[in-house]
Structures are given as structure tokens and as C-alpha cells.
T-cell receptor, first 113, second 113 residues
Framework: QKEVEQDPGPLSVPEGAIVSLNCTYS??????FMWYRQYSRKGPELLMY????GNKEDGRFTAQVDKSSKYISLFIRDSQPSDSATYLC?????????????FGQGTTLQVKP | GAGVSQSPSNKVTEKGKDVELRCDPI?????LYWYRQRLGQGLEFLIY????????KSGLPSDRFSAERTGESVSTLTIQRTQQEDSAVYLC???????????FGQGTRLTVV
């Protein structure tokens, strides 16, 4: 079993829809959770990071962590065609805020105009 | 520089040859990571350097793979006797001690023919 599980999709939605992307994990020691966006043939770029449980909002993006369920989510409101990309969740393995980054497989999102 | 720089951006090599991939991290970043991404797949952890600590080499797939980093500067990933299965994008990332996640370069696309 992988430490971080993420449905690869693809996920296709119409423009303006609310998108929900999710990851589950098995290691209860994970403390820092991140979401990356990767456009085709580019390196991943950091979207948001969250420490421990709770919500964090940044513009149209909301990251949610439920440590009791070992489940994290990224919500995108009013989705745009420019949001079409692969979204990867990542978690830090180890104590503190630096350590090996473990990634999910990534979910491919397509937002249709 | 402003971001993580990787070179070359593309590399085509013959099976059995050795290759060296270079990563210049963001200045001041103490942590450096190497990942491999096969076509349509997620990020596979290879190796992690943190300051002067012993690197975490747990992701290196075979003894044909090695990586070095001098201090908090440039890192080189070397693949000896390349095989076709080594064809992938090799991504480098660096991070500061703060809880902000890692920043990626654009990757080196390696093709073994």
C-alpha cells in the first residue's frame, strides 16, 4: 500500500464548477500537507500548504486537512480553463517542517469552457 | 538565481552510457530533492539532502544511480550504464528550513535510445 493515495482521474468539469480533489494517507505522523499544480511539460508549482488539521483559503482555493480520517482535500471554486492541470498532494515524512516529501500520483483536471 | 535551475533541459543518450544531471537550488535553501517522473505517472522520490546531514538515499532504484551535493550548493545526479527504463523527467527541488514546501525546477527530460 502506498503511503499517499490519490485518484489519477481524469476529472472533467465545466467552467465555473466547484472542483474537489482528494488524497488519503496511511502515516499518522504526517504533519505538513501541500498541494502542487503541474502544467504539461513543466515542473510542479506549490499552491498551498497546511499544518496539521483545519482549513486554509487562498483566493479560489481552499485546502482542508482531516487528520482523524487521514484525508486531505483541495477545493477550487469558480473553476477556469486555466486551472486545467495535474494536481498533486504532498506530505512531509519526518518530524518538523523539513524532510522527505511524499507525493500522491496526481489528479488530472480538465476544465471545459 | 530566482528559481531552481536544472541542466540540461533535454538529454538523449545511448543505452549503456553514463549521464550527469545538474541542479542549482535557490540560494539559501538547505534542502534539496531529486524525483523521477515517468510519462503520465506521479513523482517518485530518489534522494534528499538536508544541510550537512547524511542524505536519505532510500529512493534510489539501483546502484547505477548516485547523487552528490557539496554544502548547500549544486547537486549532480549520475546514472551509470543507462537503460531504456531510465527514460523519464528528472526533477530537482529545494526548500528552506521554513514550512513552505519545496520549489521545483523545470526538470531534465532524459531519453535513452
Amino acid at each position: 500500500q502506498k503511503e499517499v493515495e490519490q485518484d489519477p482521474g481524469p476529472l472533467s468539469v465545466p467552467e465555473g464548477a466547484i472542483v474537489s480533489l482528494n488524497c488519503t494517507y496511511s502515516n499518522s505522523a504526517f504533519q505538513y500537507f501541500m498541494w502542487y499544480r503541474q502544467y504539461s511539460r513543466k515542473g510542479p508549482e506549490l499552491l498551498m500548504y497546511t499544518y496539521s488539521s483545519g482549513n486554509k483559503e487562498d483566493g479560489r482555493f481552499t485546502a482542508q486537512v482531516d487528520k482523524s480520517s487521514k484525508y486531505i482535500s483541495l477545493f477550487i471554486r469558480d473553476s477556469q480553463p486555466s486551472d486545467s492541470a495535474t494536481y498533486l498532494c504532498a506530505m512531509i515524512h519526518g518530524s518538523g517542517n523539513t524532510g522527505k516529501l511524499i507525493f500522491g500520483q496526481g489528479t488530472t483536471l480538465q476544465v471545459k469552457p | 538565481g530566482a528559481g531552481v535551475s536544472q541542466s540540461p533541459s533535454n538529454k538523449v543518450t545511448e543505452k549503456g552510457k553514463d549521464v550527469e544531471l545538474r541542479c542549482d537550488p535557490i540560494s539559501g535553501h538547505t534542502a534539496l530533492y531529486w524525483y523521477r517522473q515517468r510519462l503520465g505517472q506521479g513523482l517518485e522520490f530518489l534522494i534528499y539532502f538536508q544541510g550537512n546531514s547524511a542524505p536519505d538515499k532510500s529512493g534510489l532504484p539501483s546502484d547505477r544511480f548516485s547523487a552528490e551535493r557539496t554544502g548547500e550548493s549544486v547537486s549532480t545526479l549520475t546514472i551509470q550504464r543507462t537503460q531504456q527504463e531510465d527514460s523519464a523527467v528528472y526533477l530537482c527541488a529545494s526548500s528552506s528550513p521554513g514550512p513552505v514546501g519545496a520549489f521545483f525546477g523545470q526538470g531534465t527530460r532524459l531519453t535513452v535510445v
